[in-house]
């Protein structure tokens, strides 16, 4: 489960797998696997998580080791200057699984490549997903086409803000259920655990002292 793509005195990123917790889970009898837990016991220290992945999704994800470096990473999200680049595969746009009575964007999407989007969207979290809520908070993600292919699009989506389930629940509002996403309407059954979003890239170069952190990070994008 332990895949280090990067580490120094300040942080460890790893690539979690898809079906895998990113910070144990509030209920003290869930048994699925955490790599925050994981990734403690193999160092041997204490680590902090500057972002979470749901358990769905696979991907970079950072952890600080120590107080300090936590907290000025916590700052960068707070103020936008780090970048997240996911890849995400859907159907050609339907409606079929949006409920019949709830309001949402049905704008026609033409599937061209290149094609780019800003998505705006109150976001209000619920017990187990995220609604589109006048008494949410604004979620901004930047989308943009990059494949179509055998009636499926492929994505590069870019969360500008850090909402539960932001890119979940706005590539279903729109008519695109992430592939697999059951919870979002996808009927799209794949054969592996998890979705298909995957968190890809991470761009620190807004950020002046990165703590030594590079410039980017990668990780492979097959998960998709």
Not at 11 to 25: E, Q, T
Not at 42 to 49: G, H, N
Not at 210 to 223: F, M, S
Request: positive net charge.
């Amino acid at each position: 489960m332990l895949n280090i793509i990067f580490q120094n005195e300040n942080f460890v990123v790893c690539d979690k797998p898809a079906a895998v917790l990113s910070v144990p889970a509030r209920e003290r009898n869930d048994v699925r696997p955490c790599l925050g837990l994981q990734l403690q016991k193999e160092l041997r220290s204490q680590i902090f998580p500057v972002h979470r992945l749901d358990f769905e999704v696979s991907g970079l994800i950072i952890f600080a080791r120590t107080v300090l470096s936590h907290k000025i990473s916590q700052r960068w999200f707070e103020k936008k200057e780090v970048q997240k680049k996911y890849l995400a595969t859907a159907n050609q746009q339907d409606f079929s699984h949006w409920p019949v009575g709830i309001n949402t964007d049905r704008a026609t999407i033409a599937a061209n490549p290149g094609q780019q989007y800003i998505w705006k969207t109150q976001i209000l979290r619920g017990k187990k997903r995220s609604f589109e809520s006048n008494q949410g908070d604004w979620a901004e993600t930047k989308a943009t086409i990059y494949e179509v292919k055998d009636f499926k699009t492929q994505w590069q989506l870019y969360p500008l803000t850090g909402r539960p389930h932001q890119l979940r629940l706005e590539m279903s509002r729109r008519g695109f259920p992430i592939d697999g996403d059951e919870l979002y309407g996808s009927k799209v059954k794949l054969n592996r655990p998890g979705i298909a979003l995957r968190a890809v890239e991470i761009d620190f170069l807004k950020i002046q002292d990165r703590l030594g952190l590079p410039q980017k990070l990668y990780t492979q994008d097959a998960e998709t």
